[in-house]
């Protein structure tokens, strides 16, 4: 098992995102190997968006 902290950090490491989730969560709380490959996909596949595709053109203003 690995904790919700070796997550961030790795997260961090990897993939250049830094939570928040941190200042919210015990860094000390376990996961299963399962939670701990499931989350770390799912901030891989966070690093794969191009963000520039969300760039407001002001066209959607209400």
């Known amino acids: 098992m690995r904790t919700k902290g070796e997550l961030f950090k790795e ?3 990897k ?11 015990d860094p000390n709380e376990e996961l299963t190997d399962e939670e ?3 989350q770390l996909d ?19 203003d209400f």
Do not use: P
């Open 15 to 25: 993939y250049g995102i830094k939570t928040t989730e941190v200042f919210h969560s």
């Open 11 to 13: 997260v961090d490491e």
């Open 42 to 60: 799912f901030y891989k596949k966070m690093s794969e968006i191009n963000w520039d595709d969300f760039e407001d053109d002001e066209t959607d």
């Open 36 to 38: 701990y490959q499931k």
